[in-house]
């Protein structure tokens, strides 16, 4: 997900689908309420949006996650090899 974003007044959220939404929609209260009073500033409110193209940077199944890792630190596939690992 991606990091929330002010613009002026507003805190900006996208979400990668809409159950997530629903859950932070569910919690919006609170969330803000606990914003206003520790900012003492009562004008906050939240939007939230969907991109749910965004979903598909999440890496879900071991082996999506393993190949993530990879992208990052290549040695990772050569440590893999040299213990003898599977997957």
Known sequence: ????LLEGTSINLVYPNH?????????RHDI??????KLQNYDINLVITV???????YAYTP????E???K???LLDSLRKE???EL
Not at 1 to 4: A, V, Y
């Open 63 to 66: 082996i999506e996650k393993y």
């Open 68 to 70: 993530k890792l990879i």
């Open 51 to 57: 991109n749910e193209t965004a979903e598909k940077k």
């Open 1 to 4: 997900m991606s990091k929330p």
């Open 32 to 37: 803000l309420s606990f914003i206003k009073d």
């Open 83 to 85: 213990l003898g690992l």
């Open 19 to 27: 159950t997530i939404k629903t859950e932070v929609e569910r919690v």
């Open 72 to 74: 990052k630190n290549p």
